[in-house]
């Protein structure tokens, strides 16, 4: 592949985002951008110096116009939750950061898909909506991509199989309003309840799955990972990776991203995930997934959630 992939933003998940992708054939070209110039520097030097052991790829410190004619650009840029600081408040400043970002950048790269990766992710996706004046299917948040990876390791931790024969998805926000619609999570197109009952038949010890315990173990990992180590950044970064490997592939997949709702299950003028079709082309639409009336209450509960929050803040438009 040949892509260029431009990140703003050299944080703890910028800078590993950029590592992972060294990593991978996705990209051809890396550029960074960071308002602190010698952290984006150092960052560049370390991920370039180890680039010799892989096929040929440019890992460059840039500035805005360095990105023109990017693929993909990626945008981590924002500040951690602070002691005291309200949501309203955390929100707002990285807004504020987002607002002084998209002009510069979609000058630049008007034609480039944009993944939003920073926090809060829905908000900043929408936000980024409302004001690139871009159309809507070059956006996309990362989502509950991350929140669905927690998900598959919690289920292939209980039940003993290999993730990648989990199909199994977490709606909503990127946060604790999000939800796993149950009725859909199969391992090899076998529902989890249904193999627990074929495990348990043949002889395998495994216990019931407790699905509250479940949810709280995706909302909770986080807070875990942050409590242990002070940042989440490893999963998170291969997430988008694995994102930035589908928007560069000849065929569209099926993943939970963030986009504008439009109608979907009663839900209009919000940013959040369910079931989307994302290819080379970006945003190519929603997969209408069948819902419990419940599960449907729970999104629309996830998506109000949302929008109490953006009522509050200033898009300054």
Same mark, same amino acid.
């Given at each position: ?24 054939? &996705? ?11 010698? /952290? ?24 805005? *116009?360095?990105? *023109? ?7 981590? =840029? ?54 690139? @004046? ?12 991350? +929140? ?15 993730? /990648? ?10 946060? +604790? ?6 009725? *859909?999570?199969?391992? =090899? ?8 009952? &074929?495990?348990?038949?043949? @002889? ?6 407790? /699905? ?13 990972? &942050? ?7 490893? *999963? ?16 569209? =997949?099926?993943?939970?991203?963030? =986009? ?25 639409? /929603? &997969? ?30």
């Amino acid at each position: 592949m040949s892509s260029k992939i431009t990140i703003i933003g050299a944080g703890n998940v910028g800078a590993t985002i950029a590592y992972a992708l060294s990593l991978d054939d &996705i990209a051809s070209e890396i550029v960074m951008i960071d308002i602190n110039k010698q /952290k984006v520097d150092g960052e560049v030097m370390d991920i370039a110096q180890g680039t010799c052991f892989r096929d040929s790829i440019a890992v460059v410190a840039g500035e805005y *116009a360095d990105a *023109a004619g990017s693929d993909i650009v990626i945008i981590t =840029s924002g500040i951690a939750r602070k002691p005291g600081q309200t949501r309203i408040e955390l929100t707002q400043t990285n807004v504020n950061i987002l607002k002084s970002i998209t002009p510069e950048i979609v000058k630049v790269a008007p034609d480039a898909l944009y993944v939003i990766v920073s926090n809060p992710v829905d908000i900043m996706t929408y936000v980024f909506t409302k004001i690139s @004046g871009l159309p809507e299917n070059q956006i996309i948040g990362s989502g509950t991509l991350l +929140d669905s990876a927690r998900l598959r390791c919690g289920l292939s931790e209980h039940y003993q199989v290999a993730q /990648k024969n989990i199909h199994a998805y977490v709606f909503g926000e990127h946060g +604790d309003s999000s939800f796993i619609p149950w009725s *859909a999570a199969n391992i =090899s197109n076998v529902n989890v309840d249904e193999y627990h009952e &074929i495990m348990k038949d043949s @002889g395998c010890d495994i216990k019931p799955l407790d /699905k509250e315990a479940m949810t709280e173990y995706v909302h909770k990992s986080g807070g875990i990972v &942050i409590a242990n180590k002070g940042a989440t950044f490893y *999963a998170v970064s291969n997430a988008v990776c694995n994102l930035c490997g589908i928007l560069v592939a000849a065929t569209n =997949s099926i993943t939970t991203v963030s =986009s504008m709702m439009h109608g979907e299950y009663g839900i209009d003028d919000v940013c959040l995930s369910t079931l989307t079709l994302v290819g080379p082309k970006g945003v190519q639409g /929603k &997969i209408p997934m069948k819902l419990s009336d419940e599960e449907i209450a729970k999104l629309q509960n996830s998506a109000n959630t949302l929008k109490d929050v953006i009522s509050q803040i200033d898009l300054g438009r």
